[in-house]
């Protein structure tokens, strides 16, 4: 599959969105490259070399993270999410989009050249370390340090919590403390984002186990005393809030079309179940409450999806706003817990089994209200930019 990201190919409108011909590119090339070694790569506990490589080949990393060109990553992403394996789609996300875009965005012309070409073959993964101890929701209590080396450099010491792709990384986005700021110990001015190649003396992973996303990789990064040359620095030292501010509401759109493919996969393996299993004699969807409760899931997934496509289209436009992302990935993501609860519900003790697709959907989904920004985070921005 080669992108096309040509202006004219990737002109959309919400509508083209859901029935682009791209959509079934994407479709089969996931079902090759991905759904094979799903189950795999959920034990091993990441995606190895040999399948970043695959997902490239299949032309899965080509495509624009901005502009008209986005249209067709947002369907890449939404089927990504209706492949059903929350850990691969969060590992090819945040290598595709969340961490790389930090370089396509801010970075220099030098750390273009030198990271992007490698993203796109799956030669070079990325990772987002942003989250430490006491620094999630709220970033600015960032404690790792990069302390100016003499050379124009930095040393870098502390240690990152929740990374996505920790352990298969080739690159890390790292959210670090530059100066403090007197009388301020938590602001994220003073703050900056270095480029931490991850075989760099002083830099090591450790898996942190994790009841869903198994194929995602999630590690603590230590950062012991490791050198940073000055020309990882992205952008701006001074710009970083304004970076932040837009990649992390960049982050919840994608966040969002995940979930809602998510959400939609959830829904195909409920409504095939319930036409199917029988009670007493009667398949479970002849009975009304069944068939009801699934009802109100499909229209509020109907309604989140377009809301998804049109945020989609603010951000081909470069008009995506806090409120808009946010929104939807408050409702995305809680819409697929919901959608999850269900689908064991229906499934009785046959979903409850460990190694059932229901009990997979279930623990993925949950993490998808607190992973980039908590739903609460959310109604707080949302409530904010209601003003
Ligand atoms: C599977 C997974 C993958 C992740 N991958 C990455 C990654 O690749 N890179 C990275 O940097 N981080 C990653 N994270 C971390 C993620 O970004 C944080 O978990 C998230 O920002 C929330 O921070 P926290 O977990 O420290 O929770 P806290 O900030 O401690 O919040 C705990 C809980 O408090 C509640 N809460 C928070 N704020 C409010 C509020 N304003 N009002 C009311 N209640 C509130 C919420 O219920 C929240 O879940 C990952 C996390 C998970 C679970």
Known sequence: MIP????????VSPLDLASHPFRAQV???????????????????HIPAEGWRALADAGLFGLAAGGP????????????????FAGVRAAVSVHAYMASSYIDRFGTVMQQEKYLPAVRTGSRVGALALSEQDAGTALDGITTR???????GYRVKGRKLHVANGSQAGFYICLVRLRDIAGRPRTLAGCGLLIIDADTPGVSA???PM???????????????????GDRLIGKASRTLSYLMAALDFERLVAGLLAVGGADHCMGVTGAFVRTHRIGEAPLATHQA????????????????????????????????????SVLKLRATELA???????MQYHGALGYLDDSVPARIYRDAVAGTVTAGASELMRDLIFEAAD
Do not use: M
Request: glycine share 6%; hydrophobic share 40%; proline share 4%.
């Open 4 to 11: 096309d990201n040509s202006p004219s190919a990737c002109a």
């Open 27 to 45: 479709r089969t090339a996931l079902e090759e490259a991905v759904l094979p070694h799903a189950e795999t790569w959920e034990q091993q506990g």
């Open 69 to 84: 060109g986005f249209a067709k990553s947002a369907i890449l992403l939404e089927e990504l999410g209706r492949t059903g």
């Open 146 to 152: 990069a302390e100016p080396d003499g050379t124009g």
């Open 206 to 208: 450790h898996p942190e």
């Open 211 to 229: 009841l869903g996303w198994r194929a995602a990789d999630v590690c603590t990064i230590t950062l012991d005393d490791v050198h940073v040359p």
């Open 290 to 325: 069944v068939r009801h409760a699934l009802a109100d899931l499909t229209a509020e997934l109907d309604l989140v999806r377009a809301y998804a496509h049109r945020a989609v289209i603010l951000h081909t436009q470069d008009r995506l706003d806090t409120r808009t992302a």
């Open 337 to 343: 817990v919901v959608a999850a609860r269900a689908c």
